[in-house]
């Protein structure tokens, strides 16, 4: 009689089981925006306690140095139009009217403009450039990155708001440049000047921040340097002289903190002064402080900015 071989047992392996186990773990978790999901608790990460203060300067240089290449690399849409429109105004402003208005208060007309010329270039660059790409990091997500780093908030909000600062000052040495082909120009107060540029760049850096960060839409990132810049900006004494104006004008120009600023530019540019050197620096760092604690306070909230 034939002897069968006892056939060895098959041992089913439980592996298949534990992986099927632990995938419907993982994919039974809801997702953040799903009903039953929660919140990532975003304020605990912006305490930045776990990083150094090292670690924090090369986030802040990193930011400022994406922005810097995004500026160079569309430099047709973020250097070429400033030149564009100065030139233009200068040509129409500076050489045609020049010869019939003359001097404003010793000062030549042509060389007049200048400052106020650079400093519309500056304020409108600095708070578009900021409020477009805040936006966009939101409609794109991509500022889901940033806030889930273990960075702090202040530090978020100065390296978004550095891509504004570094092209608002492109954007004032550009102009310079551009209207020492057509009048000599002599810096009076360079110092003065600096100071102005760099604080003005870094006061609407922050405004566009917070209004990028507010916006909801495309047309909500433009309504404010439509229906708030541009008004105060040309009210505020690019073309002319607050002196020289009379009644409710002077009073609204006085009012205007654009005109301050441009004054304080104009002082240490070629040495005008219209009104006080000092309500021009007031301005800068109240606005500076509002605006970067606004944009502050919401970065740390993360409110509306994730999902």
Request: net charge positive; aromatic share 14%; glycine share 10%.
């Amino acid at each position: 009689m034939k002897k069968t071989e006892k056939q060895p047992e098959v041992r089913k392996s439980t592996k298949p089981r534990q992986n099927d186990e632990i995938r419907s773990r993982v994919w039974t978790v809801p997702a953040y925006g799903e009903p039953g999901a929660e919140k990532p608790a975003m304020s605990s990460r912006y305490a930045g306690g776990s990083m150094t203060s090292q670690q924090i300067c090369i986030a802040i240089a990193t930011m400022a140095r994406k922005e810097t290449s995004r500026i160079f690399r569309i430099w047709s849409q973020t250097l070429l139009p400033p030149v564009i429109t100065t030139a233009l105004y200068f040509m129409v402003f500076g050489t045609f009217l020049a010869s019939k208005i003359g001097e404003i208060q010793g000062v030549p007309y042509a060389v007049f403009i200048i400052p106020g010329l650079i400093m519309l270039g500056v304020i409108t660059n600095s708070f578009s450039n900021v409020a477009s790409v805040t936006y966009m990091a939101k409609f794109q997500r991509n500022i889901e990155e940033v806030l889930v780093a273990p960075v702090p908030a202040w530090a978020v909000t100065l390296g978004f708001a550095s891509g504004g600062v570094i092209r608002g000052l492109i954007i004032a040495l550009i102009i310079f440049l551009t209207t020492v082909f057509f009048v000599d120009i002599p810096v009076a107060h360079p110092l003065i000047a600096v100071a102005a540029i760099f604080l003005t760049t870094l006061m609407f850096s922050f405004m566009g921040l917070v209004n990028g960060l507010f916006a909801k839409n495309f047309d909500g990132v433009s309504i404010v340097p439509t229906f708030v810049l541009t008004p105060l900006t040309y009210l505020g004494g690019v073309f002319y002289s607050a002196d020289s104006l009379t009644g409710i004008w002077r009073t609204i120009s006085w009012l205007n903190p654009i005109y301050h600023i441009v004054d304080l530019f104009r002082y240490g540019f070629i040495g005008h002064e219209g009104g006080n050197v000092w309500i021009g620096f007031s301005v800068l760092f109240v606005g500076i402080a509002i605006f970067w604690v606004w944009g502050y306070r919401i970065i740390r909230s993360g409110r509306d900015l994730i999902g």
